[in-house]
């Protein structure tokens, strides 16, 4: 991860990438989710996206976006729209 914070207050970036590995509805295998996510003056701006081509395994040809939903009381839980598609030979 890698991030920057400004000196106005509630201002700041930060890019990650992550590896993710588990099942998905039955499914084993990983994939790689990248993160970019800015903070304009305590606005939240952020983008959750599986890389193209990254699923390995029976999660090959995953592809899909997730949503990190923060509560008033700062719990986190995660929202992930994917699909699995046959993904194309290397």
């Known amino acids: 991860m890698l991030a920057a914070q400004t000196e106005m207050k509630g ?3 930060y890019v990650a990438l992550e590896r993710v590995t588990g099942k998905l509805k039955g499914r084993s295998g ?3 989710l990248q993160h970019n ?3 304009n003056r305590g606005t939240a701006e952020l983008s959750v996206t599986v890389v193209p081509d ?3 395994g029976e999660l ?3 592809s899909g976006k997730m949503r990190i939903v ?3 009381d700062g ?3 995660y929202e992930f729209d994917f699909k699995i598609e046959s993904a194309p030979a290397a």
Request: net charge positive.
């Open 30 to 32: 990983s994939f790689v």
């Open 54 to 56: 990254s699923g390995a």
């Open 60 to 62: 090959r040809g995953l």
């Open 11 to 13: 201002s700041a970036g």
């Open 37 to 39: 996510g800015i903070m």
């Open 70 to 72: 923060i509560a008033p």
């Open 75 to 77: 719990a986190h839980s």
